[in-house]
């Protein structure tokens, strides 16, 4: 993808958007000086060249029963594509996992994971480290609080 140039406009747009994606164009042009035909347009804009992703509603785990944050540290078995890829394969079919990262270092992959119970997350062990053969170890910490989290990025320069 290549990355669209950018002006303050776009920037504020996206600020607005990154706060509270159901703003309407008129309030976003309200605070940038655009009016709401200009902001839809840069909106548009900004969906077709993927700087949007996806827009979605952001849920309290508590509320809905998961309880638990576990981040875990996985190494696998070997280093070759299609491990990895089966692997990758894996985690975006599983719900339970809220991130992964392929990473450098003494782990392959990290991954945040929500589940309701240590009972949930043992399920969850077994199904995806245990019955998986390409796993050679995976480490594990408890999220004691969730201090910050988001999917907000920087806007300033």
Not at 65 to 74: D, E, R, S
């Amino acid at each position: 993808m290549q990355t669209p140039d950018l002006d303050q406009l776009d920037i504020a747009i996206l600020a607005c958007l990154q706060a509270d994606a159901r703003t309407i164009a008129e309030t976003i042009g309200a605070k940038v000086g655009l009016s709401a035909a200009a902001v839809q347009r840069r909106i548009k804009r900004l969906r077709e060249t993927g700087v949007i992703e996806r827009e979605v509603a952001v849920l309290a785990p508590e509320a809905l029963g998961l309880n638990m944050t576990f981040v875990v540290m996985v190494e696998m078995e070997r280093e070759n594509l299609a491990v990895l890829d089966a692997f990758r394969r894996q985690v975006l079919a599983d719900d339970c996992v809220q991130q992964c990262y392929y990473v450098t270092g003494t782990a392959d992959f990290v991954l945040i994971v929500t589940c309701p119970d240590m009972a949930g997350f043992e399920v969850f062990t077994r199904r995806m480290f245990f019955d998986n053969p390409n796993v050679r170890h995976f480490t594990t910490s408890v999220a004691m609080d969730r201090v910050k989290v988001g999917l907000t990025l920087p806007l300033e320069p």
